[in-house]
Structure formats: C-alpha cells, structure tokens
C-alpha cells in the first residue's frame, strides 16, 4: 500500500489551537447578547494586550476573568466581545491597555508561546484564538470597506454593519495552504522541506503560502510548490486543519505526491529548500540531529504533517 492509498482519518484535533468548543449562537443573537452575557454571574472573559493573553499563573495556570476582575485590570470600554457559551457560562473576549508590568502572578503572554508550552487547557486555548481573531477584525473594521462611514459592532461581535450604507460586514479568515511535497521514488522515502530567513536557527518546515480568490486547495498547494521550489505535484490529500490566529488564518495542511524533483526553489521567499531523508526527518523530529537541524513545534499543523509521513511505515 503507497503512503497516498490509506485510509482517512480526521487528525484536526491533534493541532494546536484546535480545541476551541464554545457554542457562538451566532443565529440567536440579539442587539442585548452582551450586555445579557456579561450579567451572568458565571460570565467570564478572556483578555488581550494588543496581541497578548493575560494568563494568570499558578499550578493550573488560567485565562479567564471575572467582569470585576477585568474592570480593575483595566478593561478597554467598548472592546468587549462575546464569543461564545461554554458549560460553564458565557465566554467574553476584551481588550486591555499594555503594560510594562502586571500584578503576580499574571503575565502577559503571547499565543504561540502559550501553545508551544501547552501552559493552558486546549479549550481555553482554542478560546483564545478565537478571541484574538475576533478583536483584531473588530479594531481593524471600525470603517465600511463599500463607503468608509463608521461601522457598528452587532450581535455582540459577531458582525459590523454600516448604517450609512447598509453594508454588514462579517470576520474575515484568510485561508494557508501548508503541504509537505513527498518524493513517491524508493517508497517515498524523501519530503521537500523549506527555510524562511525569519525561522529560528536550524529549522525546517513544511511550504506556505496564501490561497488565491478562484482557487480549490488543491490547485492552491501546486501553485505555491511550483512558485516556491520550481516542481510539479500530482495528487494532493487533505491532512487536517489548523486556527491560526496570526492574525486569522486557517492552515489548511496537505501531503503532496512530487511528480518532477529538480529544486529551483524561490530565493526571495527560502533561504534554503531540499530534500530531506526520511531517517534524517526523524532524528528533526525529536531532536537528536548531528548538526542540530529541527522542525517546527508539536503543536504546529506543520509537524504533524511531517511526523506522520515520517513516522509511517509501507505496509
Ligand atoms: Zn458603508
């Protein structure tokens, strides 16, 4: 059986930022959501400087404040959202002004940082992508694209309107092809990694890019290995997906069948592209290569999509 004829399985989960649960009722909200959400006794909110959660450390780190709580922290008036209702209780999302320093034991902590050290539950995780997405579209849409009048959050956040136009304007998600490109010779022995100048020293990672308007994914992923190594991929297959809130992306990660193997990789987007072996690919991926060389964290779509290529085995 080749790499490319196993069954499917769903491996969404198993993805960093992926296990967000909340219940939006985004088609049962009214103009009095919030204010109602945020009288509830058990609401809670998760809260943002600029791009950073305020995480309340301890032995079970949290993510969440009370509506009191959030006030003395300094909540931005207006930046409430409500994204959600979890068991527990409304879940509200807001902004509060950066500082140098905040109150022991909180700490203001960037997502990515959250995630690779796994500090926090993956639903208060998920939680949290969602809730920078969210208040990041709302501060960069406070003008209608149609007319430039100031638009209205409505529903409690789940969408702007412009009362000038009538325009209603809905959160944007710019979806990211991320493919890792395997070499079917000799069993499919090779994959085709990249390197990115911005990437940490040593590491690795599978090719990105930006879906274009009129394209399905699979035409998206031959279009981006074709610009960015120079070789034409036959079949693609869906792996799984991934929220990534940098600022609202959906990756949407695919193992890809190289039909042709002569690299003229992009120089203006790699500084270096090649083909990797499988037994080198391994030791990246737990971290006893020779020469120090690695791929992305575990809670990266991109390391899953290399660990199950890597870690299969023809049957
Ligand atoms: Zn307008």
């Known amino acids: 059986m080749s790499f490319f004829a196993r069954p499917y399985r769903e491996t969404s989960a198993q993805n960093g930022f992926a296990g967000g649960r909340l219940d939006r009722q985004a088609e049962h909200r009214s103009e009095e959501s919030l204010t109602q959400a945020l009288a509830a006794g058990e609401a809670r909110i998760h809260l943002l400087a600029e791009d950073r959660a305020l995480v309340r450390l301890a032995s079970s780190p ?41 109150p022991e034991p909180m700490k203001a902590i960037e997502l990515r940082s959250l995630a690779v050290q796994a500090l926090l539950p993956a639903e208060e995780l998920g939680a949290l992508a969602q809730a920078r997405s969210m208040l990041a579209w709302h501060r960069n849409h406070a003008f209608c694209a149609r007319c430039g009048g100031a ?36 069993g499919g022995g090779r994959c085709l990694l990249g390197r990115q100048p911005r990437f940490a020293p040593g590491v690795y990672s599978a090719l990105a890019g930006f879906m274009e308007p009129g394209e399905t994914i699979e035409a998206a992923v031959r279009r981006e290995i074709g610009e960015e190594a120079g070789i034409e991929v036959g079949r693609v297959r869906y792996h799984s997906s991934q929220p990534w809130p940098f600022v ?51 809670m990266a779509i991109a390391n899953r999509l290399i660990a199950e290529w890597a870690e299969w085995e023809a049957g």
């Open 62 to 102: 949290e993510a969440s404040y009370t509506a009191a709580e959030a006030e003395a922290l300094g909540l931005i008036a207006g930046s409430l959202v409500l994204l959600g209702f979890s068991p527990a209780g409304p879940r509200l999302a807001g902004l509060v002004a950066p500082r140098e320093t905040w």
């Open 151 to 186: 638009t209205h959050m409505r529903g409690g956040g789940v969408r702007r309107q412009c009362p000038a136009c009538g325009a209603e304007h809905f959160p944007r998600l710019d979806p990211v092809v991320i493919m890792l490109a395997i070499d079917p010779a000799d």
């Open 248 to 298: 609202s992306s959906l990756m949407i990660g695919c193992h890809a069948e190289a039909l042709t193997t002569e690299l003229t990789p992009d120089a203006a987007e790699l500084e270096d592209c090649r083909w990797f072996a499988r037994a080198e690919v391994r030791k990246m991926l737990a971290g006893t290569h020779a020469e120090g060389l690695a791929v992305p964290p575990q």
